[in-house]
C-alpha cells in the first residue's frame, strides 16, 4: 500500500486503526493492502451451525475436532486411503483429499489452503474447527447451518487499483494492472446484467479508490456479493502463472501465507464484518475458482485466506481473484488479448451463475 493510500484509507475509515504494513512481496505480489486494522465493535461471526457444537481438543492453542465426527456432521463417508497419513472425504457438495500434517487439501479437483495443518494423534485424525466450520462445511455441505439466502440479485465487481496506483506492469510489454482489471469488469458486467442482475463497478475510470471506500460502495449498493478483479506478479520471476482465489482469513486463521519462515503470524482474535458471511465467501470463491481451471485451464494457484483490507469491511460475501500473472510474460501477452480478457470475464460470470445455483439448491431443500 502506498503512502497516499494508507492516509486515504485512514482519512476514510476512522473507526479502523490502520497498524501493519503490506504482505510479504514473495506471497502477497499484487494485493493492495493486507492492513491489520481492528474495527471497534465489530460483531462477532454468528455460529456456523445452529446444532451443538463438536466436542474440541486442543493441539498447540488450536481447538480441533476429530475428522471422522466432522465428516458425520457433514454427511461425509471418510475413508483412510493411505494409512495413517491420507484421506478421503466425500460429502453431498463433492469429494476431498486429505493429507496429515498438511494445510493443502485438493476439493473436487482444487487445491483449497486450511487454516490449520490437519493433526494425526493415536490413530485419529483432526482438523481445526475453523476450518470444519469454515472451509470443509461450505464446500462440501454448502448451505449446512445457515439461513436461506435468496437469489443474488446486485453484483459489485471491483476493479483493483487505479489512478495514481497501476497495481502491477509488464514494461516489457507496456501493460499495467489497473487497465486489464477495468476492462475485465467492464466484460462481465455486460455478462452479468444479462443474466438479470444490477451490477455496480467501484470504478469506471482510470481513478483512485481507497480500499475501504470500495467496500463502502459494496454497502451503500446492498451488495449481495463482491468480486475484486486483480493480476499477480512476483519479482523476478517470468514463469509462473495461473490463478489464486482469495476470501478473508477466518477469526483465528492466520493468512496462507504468513506460514513461511520468517513470516509474522497475522492470526486476529477477532472476528471483522466480512467473517460474518465466510461459509458462502467459500462457496463463491470455490465456484469462480473451478471455472477458471476447468473452463480456462488455468494453473492452479489454490484458494488462499488472506486479511485483505479490501474484503474486511464488506457485508456480503466477497472474493479477491487474481487472474494471471503479468510477470509471466507467455501469460502476460494472452492477458493483453481481448479475447482472453472476454474469456476472463465469462469464467467470472460463469462462477457467480454457479453460486446462484447452488444457492437456489440450499433453498429448495
Ligand atoms: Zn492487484
Redesign the pocket.
Given at each position: 500500500m502506498s503512502r497516499a493510500a494508507r492516509l486515504l484509507f485512514l482519512a476514510f475509515a476512522p473507526a479502523f486503526v490502520a497498524a501493519a504494513a503490506d504482505a510479504p512481496a514473495r506471497s502477497s505480489?499484487?494485493?493492495?493492502g493486507a492492513v491489520n486494522a481492528a474495527p471497534t465493535g465489530a460483531p462477532p461471526p454468528p455460529a456456523a451451525s445452529s446444532e451443538s457444537a463438536l466436542p474440541g481438543r486442543r493441539f498447540g492453542r488450536v481447538e480441533y475436532v476429530s475428522l471422522p465426527a466432522a465428516a458425520s456432521r457433514l454427511g461425509a463417508r471418510l475413508t483412510w486411503v493411505e494409512s495413517g497419513r491420507r484421506l478421503e472425504l466425500k460429502g453431498p457438495g463433492g469429494r476431498a483429499e486429505i493429507e496429515v500434517e498438511s494445510r493443502e487439501i485438493t476439493v473436487n479437483g482444487l487445491r483449497v489452503f486450511l487454516g490449520d495443518p490437519v493433526v494425526a494423534n493415536g490413530g485419529e485424525a483432526f482438523v481445526s474447527r475453523v476450518d470444519h466450520e469454515r472451509c470443509l462445511s461450505p464446500l462440501l455441505r454448502p448451505g449446512h447451518g445457515q439461513a436461506p439466502r435468496a437469489a443474488p440479485r446486485v453484483i459489485v465487481l471491483d476493479p483493483?487499483?487505479g489512478g495514481t496506483d497501476p497495481?502491477?506492469v509488464n514494461e516489457r510489454l507496456g501493460i499495467s494492472?489497473k487497465t486489464l482489471?477495468l476492462d475485465v469488469a467492464r466484460r462481465a458486467k455486460r455478462l452479468l446484467e444479462a443474466d438479470g442482475h444490477r451490477v455496480v463497478l467501484t470504478r469506471d475510470d482510470d481513478s483512485f479508490v481507497a480500499l475501504p471506500q470500495r467496500a463502502a460502495a459494496a454497502r451503500a449498493a446492498n451488495a449481495d456479493l463482491f468480486v475484486s478483479i486483480?493480476?499477480?506478479a512476483l519479482p523476478r520471476d517470468t514463469r509462473t502463472s495461473g490463478v489464486e482465489v482469495y476470501t478473508f482469513a477466518p477469526r483465528f486463521q492466520r493468512s496462507t501465507n504468513a506460514w513461511g519462515g520468517g513470516e509474522r503470524d497475522d492470526t486476529e482474535d477477532f472476528a471483522s464484518p466480512v467473517n460474518r458471511h465466510d461459509h458462502w465467501s467459500v462457496v463463491l470463491a470455490h465456484a469462480v475458482h473451478r471455472r477458471f481451471v476447468n473452463d480456462l485451464k488455468s494453473a492452479d494457484r489454490g484458494k488462499k485466506l488472506m486479511h485483505l483490507a479490501v474484503l474486511r469491511p464488506l457485508d456480503c460475501p466477497g472474493v479477491l481473484v487474481?487472474c494471471g500473472f503479468l510477470s509471466s510474460d507467455a501469460e502476460a501477452r494472452k492477458i493483453s488479448t481481448p479475447a482472453h480478457r472476454q474469456q476472463l470475464a465469462t469464467v467470472i460470470a460463469a462462477g457467480v451463475r454457479d453460486y446462484a445455483n447452488t444457492l437456489a439448491r440450499t433453498r429448495g431443500k
Amino acid at each position: 500500500m502506498s503512502r497516499a493510500a494508507r492516509l486515504l484509507f485512514l482519512a476514510f475509515a476512522p473507526a479502523f486503526v490502520a497498524a501493519a504494513a503490506d504482505a510479504p512481496a514473495r506471497s502477497s505480489p499484487t494485493r493492495p493492502g493486507a492492513v491489520n486494522a481492528a474495527p471497534t465493535g465489530a460483531p462477532p461471526p454468528p455460529a456456523a451451525s445452529s446444532e451443538s457444537a463438536l466436542p474440541g481438543r486442543r493441539f498447540g492453542r488450536v481447538e480441533y475436532v476429530s475428522l471422522p465426527a466432522a465428516a458425520s456432521r457433514l454427511g461425509a463417508r471418510l475413508t483412510w486411503v493411505e494409512s495413517g497419513r491420507r484421506l478421503e472425504l466425500k460429502g453431498p457438495g463433492g469429494r476431498a483429499e486429505i493429507e496429515v500434517e498438511s494445510r493443502e487439501i485438493t476439493v473436487n479437483g482444487l487445491r483449497v489452503f486450511l487454516g490449520d495443518p490437519v493433526v494425526a494423534n493415536g490413530g485419529e485424525a483432526f482438523v481445526s474447527r475453523v476450518d470444519h466450520e469454515r472451509c470443509l462445511s461450505p464446500l462440501l455441505r454448502p448451505g449446512h447451518g445457515q439461513a436461506p439466502r435468496a437469489a443474488p440479485r446486485v453484483i459489485v465487481l471491483d476493479p483493483g487499483h487505479g489512478g495514481t496506483d497501476p497495481g502491477k506492469v509488464n514494461e516489457r510489454l507496456g501493460i499495467s494492472e489497473k487497465t486489464l482489471t477495468l476492462d475485465v469488469a467492464r466484460r462481465a458486467k455486460r455478462l452479468l446484467e444479462a443474466d438479470g442482475h444490477r451490477v455496480v463497478l467501484t470504478r469506471d475510470d482510470d481513478s483512485f479508490v481507497a480500499l475501504p471506500q470500495r467496500a463502502a460502495a459494496a454497502r451503500a449498493a446492498n451488495a449481495d456479493l463482491f468480486v475484486s478483479i486483480h493480476f499477480n506478479a512476483l519479482p523476478r520471476d517470468t514463469r509462473t502463472s495461473g490463478v489464486e482465489v482469495y476470501t478473508f482469513a477466518p477469526r483465528f486463521q492466520r493468512s496462507t501465507n504468513a506460514w513461511g519462515g520468517g513470516e509474522r503470524d497475522d492470526t486476529e482474535d477477532f472476528a471483522s464484518p466480512v467473517n460474518r458471511h465466510d461459509h458462502w465467501s467459500v462457496v463463491l470463491a470455490h465456484a469462480v475458482h473451478r471455472r477458471f481451471v476447468n473452463d480456462l485451464k488455468s494453473a492452479d494457484r489454490g484458494k488462499k485466506l488472506m486479511h485483505l483490507a479490501v474484503l474486511r469491511p464488506l457485508d456480503c460475501p466477497g472474493v479477491l481473484v487474481e487472474c494471471g500473472f503479468l510477470s509471466s510474460d507467455a501469460e502476460a501477452r494472452k492477458i493483453s488479448t481481448p479475447a482472453h480478457r472476454q474469456q476472463l470475464a465469462t469464467v467470472i460470470a460463469a462462477g457467480v451463475r454457479d453460486y446462484a445455483n447452488t444457492l437456489a439448491r440450499t433453498r429448495g431443500k
